[in-house]
Every structure is written in C-alpha cells, then in structure tokens.
C-alpha cells in the first residue's frame, strides 16, 4: 500500500509478481486479496499504461488461485497488447506464458501456440528462464487434456536448458510434468517426483514459505501406489499446512488423493461418489497438477448420475471420506 501510495507502480508490480510465484498459488484467499487490491489500485490511481499493463499481468497470475477466471483474458490480453506495442520481449513473454493458462482448458492448439511464442520470444533476447517456464507450461497444459506421451516429450529439453541452472523455476515445472504424466501410471515416479519437486520448491523461496500444494500432491502419489499409511500422512500434513497457512478449506482438492486411493483399493463407489463430489464443488480445483490427478481418476470411476451435494456440504463430504481413510 506504501508504494501505492507513493506512486513507485514499477515496483508495487514486481513485488506482486514474486509474491504470485512465491506465495500466492499456495491459497485463493491470498491470491483473491492480491486481485482485489490490483482492482483497487488501477481504479484509485492515475497509470502510465506500462505500469497499468505490469499489475494487468500480476492480476492474470494470481487468476487460477484466486478462481477469478475473468482476469486471465482481462488481464493477459491487456499486457500482451502493451508489451508488443512497448517492444518490451521479457513482459511479453510472460504475458503469452499466463494468456495460454485458460485456452489450456478449452483450445489446445492456441495453448501451444502462445506459448511457441512465448519462448521464441523470450530466448531472443536471452530470457531462458522465461523460455523455460514456456516448455514448462506445454508439458503442463499437454498433460492436463490427458495426452501424456506429448507431454513427456517435452521434459528432455526442458531438462537440457535446465542442467547448468539449479535455482531456475523451470525445475518445478519438470517436476510438476513428471508428477502429471505419472501420477496413475507409474505412481513410484509419481512419489519421486513431487519429493524432488518440493525440495525444489523449498530452495527457490524459502522453507517457511510453505505451501500445502506439496504434501497433497504426495499425497496422491503414494495414494496411487495403494500406500494407506503414507497416504494419510501426507493428508494429514496438508491439513495442518492449510490451517497454518492459507486461511483456506482446502476444497476440493483434499478430496482427490482418497478418490485416487478409493480406486486403487477397489472401492470404485466411493471413489466415484467423491470424485462426482469434486467435480459439482462450488470452487474448482486450484491448479494444474491437482486437475490433471483428478481427471485421470475421474476417467477410470466415471462421473455418478446423482450429486453427492444434494442436501450435504462438501466440508461433509470430506469427513466422510476422512473417516474411511482413517478405518482403513
């Protein structure tokens, strides 16, 4: 608010910006607040359009957390516009990056497309790390439409760029690629795959700035290699990272490793009737790598006729799904 108020937007931007990668896909609430102050700011203040276009582009990327999906047309087109009228290659790329996140849901090929842009454009001016959240984000957004042997295709490369630069953020992308491309498959590469993902997590922004991301993707993981024990571990982490941290249910989310467990044991009514229960959930999932699990399982158990919702919470839901968990 201080530097709102003293009109260094540049820097109010590139603060929003780390805060977007480094905390704010931890919890919607967080990202809603961010979105609501960006709302607040670009009506309060008078901008230049360059510094209207940084926080448009902040506002797209905390779009996915904060379940504001307005924002990511709103906020990306704007950018992309300004960016190519500024000449400006990094914003940009950047800005292509976060336009293809809700085309990943609905148009594929223009997915793609942006971002083939995006990493053309980011490795002409020497913006590899850019060029690698893009490769990233293709194996990502292959990943989630379920078609996994292109999406693996792309991790050699994203690998070869990565093999000199430790800290570059591309490393949670291959790791989040991994986890998708395995989770239901080959869940043992699954586990080793969010375990390399989360340390990585922890060294890029610090181990205090938690995320309860981590644990339930590990969660899933070992839910898919039938591991009970390990399963509910990990759950129960994720609860406490939710309650500590991010001012959030957690919901729907919690609900995809025991649907994934549910089907791994053979418990296919359960399992349907939870992921029936995600899938009618007033809030989508929050991310990516969560969506993708969920989808994968919800094409081996199908979708039930009747909504779980019907008369009961979510927040029910879940305990019941908690309970058989901890009858197991």
Known sequence: ERLAEAGRFDELAELISSATIADLTQTGVRAAIAVDRIEDYLERFELTATQAAHLHLDAAGA???????????????????????????????????????MPAFTDLDHALALLDEALVTADSVGAYSL?????GYAGSHLALAGQLNQADAKLPTLEARLSNVPD???????????????????????I?????????????????????EWPLLQAAAHAANAD????????????QRVRDHAADDGLPDLLVPLAILAWRLGDLSNSARWVTAIRRAPQPTQNFLVTTAYRQVRD?????????LDGQTLE?????????????
Not at 170 to 187: D, E, Q
Not at 228 to 239: F, I, K, Y
Not at 316 to 328: H, V
């Open 228 to 239: 009970v024990v390990t399963t509910r571990a990990m759950l129960s982490e994720t609860e």
């Open 131 to 135: 060029g690698n959240v893009a490769i």
């Open 63 to 101: 779009a996915l957390a904060a379940r504001r999906p307005e924002w990511f047309d709103k906020g990306s087109t704007f950018a992309v516009d300004r960016y190519r009228e500024d000449g400006n290659a990094e914003g940009l790329a950047a800005a292509l990056i976060i336009a293809s996140w």
């Open 192 to 212: 080793e795959a969010t375990r390399a993902r989360s340390e990585s997590h922890e060294a890029t922004i610090g181990k205090h700035a938690v995320s309860w």
């Open 316 to 328: 029910a839901i879940y305990q019941e799904a908690r309970t058989w968990l901890n009858n197991l």
């Open 300 to 308: 081996r158990v199908g979708l039930r006729v009747d909504n779980p």
């Open 168 to 190: 570059d953020y591309g490393w949670n992308l291959y790791y989040g690629v991994k986890f998708m491309t395995n989770v239901i498959n080959n869940p043992v590469a699954a």
